[in-house]
Nanobody, 119 residues
Framework: QVQLQESGPGLVKPSQTLSLSCTVS??????????WAWIRQPPGKGLEWMGAIGYTGITYYSPSRKSRTSISRDTSKNQFTLQLSSVTPQDTAAYYC???????????WGQGTQVTVSS
């Protein structure tokens, strides 16, 4: 059973960088052909795909946030990380990590972590 667990600060100040980690257990982030994604849900809105890192380490980003987003991984910790720079209150959301099967399909999700951007 694959499990994902998000971690990071729940409160970030405007203009700062949001940094979240997702620790994976029960499966390796280097196993072909899975991807590992970050998805968020702002209050009252639908899910927004932030980006993903593939099993080879290649990264993919949402075009609308590509300039502010960075996804990396630490294979020794079986962990991948989201960094979102220059945050604004519009980046307030529940952030989820998930295992991607491609084509918008996900089979395992973390429980999510709420991040609020506020001074």
């Amino acid at each position: 059973q694959v499990q994902l667990q998000e971690s990071g600060p729940g409160l970030v100040k405007p203009s700062q960088t949001l940094s979240l980690s997702c620790t994976v257990s029960g499966g390796s982030i280097t196993t072909a052909y899975y991807g590992w994604a970050w998805i968020r849900q702002p209050p009252g809105k639908g899910l927004e795909w932030m980006g993903a890192i593939g099993y080879t380490g290649i990264t993919y980003y949402s075009p609308s946030r590509k300039s502010r987003t960075s996804i990396s991984r630490d294979t020794s910790k079986n962990q991948f990380t989201l960094q979102l720079s220059s945050v604004t209150p519009q980046d307030t959301a529940a952030y989820y990590c998930a295992r991607s099967l491609g084509w918008g399909q996900y089979d395992y999700w973390g429980q999510g972590t709420q991040v609020t951007v506020s001074s």
